[in-house]
């Protein structure tokens, strides 16, 4: 008996397969949907690949034979999970693929503003090179591993971190719904309460998934208990923070910088709080767009690990990582 390949509409460009360097198994036919695709080969599909959750899900279950979704990205915010459940559309994210990307993105941060990187780098293009280069040598400057760093939430994220900061020399604390001794014992982390987090911490890193329950999770309250002169990094959802807070904290100098990946909504609007600050302060702020996961080296990773989930369903296996599961 021939078994014929499962069809696959894909939102991701033939480019980016060809640049992940991904091989497709026999299992699989993929449609890319901005350049083959019919209307008779989408109603074929039996499976979606998205690049996230921030996809048109009327038109995904308005597909008749349509049975699986596929993430590459693990948030799966945006997602009305309950309409796919009513249609028995199996959901799976890809979690912890770009762990270690954005523990690095994480560490990059530290080192950035350990070393003042945006206030240096201004130095560079003044009349008072000498003057501002000898008042920023000694205390200003500080290693990595003088710095306290606080986690909140310890996710793949947070645990990729941990190992990177221990190889380090890093002091690293955390906070979590759950304690985790099993990673206190394997990465040396100290399981804090939020309050003395943000009380002791120099750094205070945010890897939290974005719920009801997290929106605006970082307010004026939170931003107000850190210590004096912090640094903050967001490499989760732009809505876990009040970015006017966030702007605020940063113009009384009551943070030293902060590093954010992401927006509140994205893209970013041009009246977005952060891009109000005037030059001074956006030397003390580090802005990507949403970039901290995806180097070529994780995207492939992440790119196999989708499509080896979709081949699984496709010969009759349980796929892995089902988003419904989680509701």
């Known amino acids: 008996m021939i078994v014929l390949p499962m069809d696959v509409l894909s939102t991701i460009p033939k480019k980016r397969f060809r640049d992940a360097g991904i091989t497709l198994p026999p299992e699989l036919s993929i449609v890319h949907r901005e350049e083959d695709v019919t209307p008779?080969?989408?109603?074929?599909?039996?499976?979606?690949?998205?690049?996230?959750?921030?996809?048109?899900?009327?038109?995904?279950?308005?597909?008749?034979?349509?049975?699986?979704?596929?993430?590459?990205?693990?948030?799966?915010?945006?997602?009305?999970?309950?309409?796919?459940a009513k249609r028995n559309i199996i959901l799976c994210n890809n979690p912890g693929a770009n762990a270690d990307a954005v523990a690095e993105h994480i560490l990059m941060s530290i080192l950035?503003?350990?070393?003042r990187v945006g206030e240096c780098q201004a130095i560079d293009y003044t009349d008072a090179y000498t003057t501002q280069r000898n008042?920023?040598?000694?205390?200003?400057?500080?290693?990595?591993?003088?710095?306290?760093?606080?986690?909140?939430?310890?996710?793949?994220?947070?645990?990729?971190f941990a190992v990177m900061?221990?190889?380090?020399?890093?002091?690293?604390?955390?906070?979590?719904?759950?304690?985790?001794?099993?990673?206190?014992?394997?990465?040396?982390?100290?399981?804090?309460?939020?309050e003395t987090l943000l009380k002791v911490c120099d750094v205070i890193a945010l890897t939290l998934p974005l719920t009801p329950e997290t929106v605006h999770f970082m307010n004026r309250?939170?931003?107000?208990?850190?210590?004096?002169?912090?640094?903050?990094?967001?490499?989760?959802?732009?809505?876990?923070?009040?970015?006017?807070?966030?702007?605020?904290?940063?113009?009384?100098?009551?943070?030293?910088?902060?590093?954010?990946?992401?927006?509140?909504?994205?893209?970013?609007?041009?009246?977005?709080?952060?891009?109000?600050?005037?030059?001074?302060?956006?030397?003390?702020?580090?802005?990507?767009?949403?970039?901290?996961?995806i180097t070529h080296q994780t995207w492939r990773e992440m790119m196999q690990r989708a499509i080896s989930n979709l081949a699984r369903y496709a010969v009759g296996k349980e796929p892995l990582h089902h988003v419904n599961d989680e509701t």
């Open 112 to 115: 950035y503003f350990a070393r």
């Open 40 to 84: 008779y080969r989408e109603s074929t599909c039996r499976a979606v690949l998205s690049l996230h959750s921030h996809f048109p899900s009327d038109d995904y279950l308005s597909m008749p034979k349509l049975e699986m979704v596929q993430l590459l990205s693990a948030g799966h915010d945006a997602i009305d999970v309950g309409r796919f």
């Open 135 to 160: 008042a920023m040598m000694g205390p200003l400057l500080r290693d990595a591993r003088e710095l306290h760093v606080g986690l909140i939430g310890m996710g793949q994220i947070g645990q990729a």
């Open 165 to 194: 900061a221990r190889a380090l020399s890093i002091s690293c604390s955390y906070t979590s719904r759950t304690r985790r001794i099993d990673i206190e014992e394997a990465h040396g982390a100290t399981w804090r309460t939020l």
């Open 221 to 293: 309250a939170r931003f107000a208990a850190m210590k004096d002169d912090a640094i903050f990094i967001n490499v989760s959802r732009g809505a876990l923070v009040d970015q006017e807070a966030l702007a605020d904290a940063l113009r009384s100098r009551k943070l030293y910088g902060a590093s954010t990946d992401v927006f509140d909504p994205e893209p970013p609007r041009p009246d977005n709080p952060l891009f109000q600050l005037p030059p001074d302060v956006r030397a003390r702020l580090l802005l990507t767009p949403h970039l901290a996961g």
